[in-house]
Each structure stands twice: as C-alpha cells, then as structure tokens.
C-alpha cells in the first residue's frame, strides 16, 4: 500500500470521528483523519461538553462557598472568597488542552495520521485536504464524514463573540456580565445560564416556546424550571427576540409576545444565542457529488451509516438521532463495525440526555408525551428526592425520579430523573432497560444505603406496587 492511500479517512475528530478512527485502527484498519483544528477532540472536547462541565464545577463550588445558605449552614465558615475569572478560564483551558492531547496520544498509539486541514471529498476514493492553502490529496478506500454541527443563528442578530455570543463565547467571557441574556430554553442556555448566575450575573432566559426543553418529558421540564427559577434564573416564555443592537456597552434587545404580538425592549451587557444546532457539511463538496440531505441538511443514511453514494458513511450530528457526544461514539463503533463486515447497532430510544446543572436532570426512553401519542397504556412512579435519605444528608433534595413502564408486562419505557449526580444515576436504568428489565426487576434488586440510586428502587417500587419511603 502507497503511503498516501488508507483503508478508511475519517473526517472529523470529535467524540464521533475520533472514537471511529481508534477503534478501525484497532481492527486493523490503515487510518487517516483530517481535522480543521489544530487540536484534537472536535466542539466537545475545546469548546463544549468538557469547558462547559468545568465551569460548571467551578461555578457550583464558588456559590456554594459564598452562599449564606451553602457551606455556613454546614459551620463551615469561608472568609474573603473571591472569584478570580481569569484564573478559572485558565484551568478550564489547561483541562481542555490535557483531554485533547490525551488523544494525541491514542493517535499515536494506534499509528492513526492525522492530517490538519479542511476536507473536500472529491470521490468517495480521494479526498483533498487544504492546510491554508497547501492541496494534498489522499487516497482511500472508504470515507466517514464525522463534522459534526455548529451553532445556529438567528436572522437579524449579529454574533461577535464578544457581547453578542453563541456557546463559544459564552465560555470565554473576560468579565462576569452584569445581565446576561439567553435567547433559547435549552440545555446550553440552562446550562451556560447556570454556571454566569453562579458567577454573579442576572440571567434572563427567552424561550419561543410555551415552555423550556421541549422534546423533554414536560412534567420534569416544568418541575426543572422551577427549581432553576427558585436558583434565580429569570424565564420568559411565549417570547421571541426580534431585533438586537448595540448602543454603548449594551445590546439593545427587540423582544415580542408570541402570544398577544406586544413588544417591549430589554437590555444586556451579554446575549447569548442558543436556540439550537446545525449539521456541519461546510465545504466538504456534498454538492458536487449529489450526496443526499434532508430538507434540515442532515446527510441521509441508512441503518448501516452508508450514504446515499458507496463507501461513504456519516455518522454523529451530521445525521438523523440525538446530537450528542456518546451518540455520535456509538454511531462511530457502529459503522466500523459494519465496515469491517461485522455488525453494529445503536438503540437511539437508549441514549442518555443529560443536563448538568445542580441538580442534574438525566433522560432515558420515552417521555410520558410520547407514551399518550402512541396510545400505550403505561403505569407511572415517582419517588421526590426529599425523601431519600442521602439526597437529605448532603443537601439536595430538589428533584425526583418517574419511571414509565409497559402496563401489562412492566416493562421499563422511559425514565427521568432531577437530582444530585443524576446524570450518572440515570446508568443503572440505562443498563436495565438495555437487558429490557422490568420495574420490578429494578426493584428486587438490593440497593446500596444511604445512595441517592434508592430514589431510583422507590420509583420502580411505585411504578408496580407501593414506595416504602413516601
Ligand atoms: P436546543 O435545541 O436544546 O434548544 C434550543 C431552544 O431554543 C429550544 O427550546 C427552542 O424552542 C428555542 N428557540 C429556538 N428559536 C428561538 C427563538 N428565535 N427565540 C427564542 N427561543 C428559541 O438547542 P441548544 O440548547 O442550542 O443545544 C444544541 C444542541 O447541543 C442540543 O442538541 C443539545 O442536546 C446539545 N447539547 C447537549 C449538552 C448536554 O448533553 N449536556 C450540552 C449542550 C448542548
């Protein structure tokens, strides 16, 4: 084999391009992956779910030092606490730069080339990577297209990164805003809200919709919202913003009532715009080669991840499913496996959705809306986190556990969860339902004590039986 031919190009080296990269290599596979980035790692690792989940440490810590209601409570007294911001920004850079050359280092490993540079697929056999400039072409037998999405934008609202942000910005701030204006009820405008009232600002959220999260199971999404307004965060709903502009050191905002056409002007020192994500097929050449997209610009594949031309598969954000880090992983295994002639699969109903605010709010299966919609005859239990005993002993008693199972065979359809460390919690369902468990087999089985997962035994207790606890 020439030196410049491979048995598999992945493009793009996010959770999804570079888990898909190491384990083909590990299967034998010659690999090349082409990112734009000088760093490894894609959105998630430089700036996404890794900065954004050490802010949100930080942040969590420093307000609960200051918090008259927090560490005092506990007789511990902390005296001049300050927030140093630089200095957060900096560790939060330095664990970033740690992770992605982490991968580095599992590229080297696993003898993967990694080309910096832009792709264009020429042919699903010649991809054409431009380095500023420099054109190399390399030959391949297959292509995974992993780019990933970026942040969408709203028309009439300019980003400069600086006042007006998206995610990016958001985690780069160089002074804790005064008002912070999040235009989007999502996990990242839930998410980067949090961690800039922790740190001092006044967060007002916009949201389109009648409510926040949708897609989320709406009692737990209406339960979330107010704990997070109970926090101090500030929402309005039902609104959209029209116009915004900059005058001074503020931005001028244009919001309406979607409900009653009424406007009125707010203003920020900071908008941040998180009103959702779009596939990232940015100058890959899909045009010319006549690749298939939806009317969104997801890339169209069929249950083996192979697109609508042979040998080029695409897997993560750029397709249909959750876009989500360990979803655009799984999908990764998946199509190598199917390209290495073995079989994959990816149970998108079995993908974890995770909030990680304090508390946490995780995911998993079917929503209590979706259960109605397709007329499924369910049983609900519910166990409040005020009534586990670990929840009480470390001080988070906000939140609960519902689980939803199948009415005649308790099979578990979905589970939701608000609470301390839920997102890790939530595992113990994920596995159980990936082995199609029963609420009652969740229940039977013997549950350390005092552990915030009780909450999860009680829940599964209700949902066929009675809760002791409750
Ligand atoms: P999102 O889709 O979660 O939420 C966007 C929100 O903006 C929706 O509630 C929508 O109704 C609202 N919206 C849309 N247009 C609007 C407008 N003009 N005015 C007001 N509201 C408007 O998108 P988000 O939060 O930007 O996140 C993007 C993606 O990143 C999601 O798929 C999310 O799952 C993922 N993500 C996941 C994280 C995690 O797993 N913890 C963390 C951050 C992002």
Not at 19 to 42: C, D, H, N, W
Not at 97 to 103: A, M, Q, S, V
Not at 345 to 358: A, K, Q, R
Request: proline residues 3%; contains cysteine.
């Amino acid at each position: 084999m020439s030196d410049n031919k491979y048995d598999l190009v992945v493009i793009g080296s996010g959770p999804g391009g570079y888990v898909a990269s190491i384990v083909a290599s590990q299967k034998g596979m010659k690999v090349a992956t082409i990112e734009k980035r000088e760093r490894l790692g894609g959105t998630c690792l430089n700036v996404g779910c890794i900065p954004s989940k050490a802010m949100l440490h930080a942040s969590e810590q420093y307000e609960s030092t200051i918090k008259s209601n927090g560490m005092m409570e506990w007789g511990i007294n902390c005296k001049d606490v300050s927030l140093d911001l630089s200095k957060l920004l900096k560790r939060k850079s330095n664990i970033v730069e740690d992770l992605t050359k982490g991968i580095g280092f599992l590229f080297g490993k696993n003898k993967i080339s990694k080309f910096t540079g832009t792709a264009r697929i020429i042919s699903s056999k010649e991809i054409e990577i431009n380095n500023n400039g420099k054109i190399e072409i390399i030959n391949t037998d297959k292509v995974i297209i992993a780019t990933g999405s970026e942040a969408s934008v709203l028309p009439n609202i300019k980003i400069d990164e600086e006042s007006i942000v998206t995610s990016t910005g958001a985690l780069e701030l160089k002074k804790v805003p005064k008002k912070l204006i999040v235009i989007g009820g999502g996990v990242i405008g839930l998410e980067m809200g949090t961690i800039w009232r922790r740190l001092g600002a006044e967060v007002e959220i916009i949201e389109f919709l009648p409510r926040i999260l949708p897609g989320m199971d709406n009692e737990i999404a209406e339960k979330f919202m107010k704990i997070l307004q109970k926090q101090g965060i500030k929402f309005k709903l039902n609104h959209s913003v029209e116009t915004t502009k900059k005058v001074k050191n503020k931005v001028i905002l244009t919001v309406k009532n979607v409900e009653n056409g009424n406007s009125e002007e707010l203003d920020a020192d900071v908008v941040l715009v998180a009103v959702g994500r779009k596939p990232n097929t940015n100058g890959l050449g899909l045009d010319k080669l006549n690749l298939e997209m939806d009317k969104y610009g997801f890339i169209n594949t069929n249950d083996k991840f192979e697109t609508s031309i042979s040998d080029i598969y695409a897997i993560g954000d750029v397709i249909k499913g959750p876009m989500l880090a360990h979803k655009a992983e799984e999908d990764g295994v998946a199509a190598v496996e199917f390209i290495n002639g073995e079989v994959g699969h990816v149970d998108y109903n079995l993908v974890p959705g995770i909030i990680y605010t304090s508390p946490e709010v995780a995911v998993i299966g079917q929503t209590e809306e979706n259960l109605k919609d397709q007329g499924l005859e369910y049983n609900k239990g519910v166990f409040p986190m005020s009534a586990n005993s670990r929840a009480k002993a470390i001080g988070h008693t906000d939140g609960m556990v519902k689980i939803l199972s199948d009415k005649s065979t308790d099979k578990i359809l979905g589970a939701h969860m608000i609470g301390h460390e839920a997102g890790t919690v939530i595992h113990e369902l994920s596995v159980a339902m990936g082995f199609g468990a029963s609420s009652e087999d969740v229940a039977r089985i013997c549950h350390g004590h005092p552990t915030v997962n009780e909450a999860i035994k009680e829940a599964a207790l209700a949902t066929y039986s009675k809760a002791i606890h409750s």
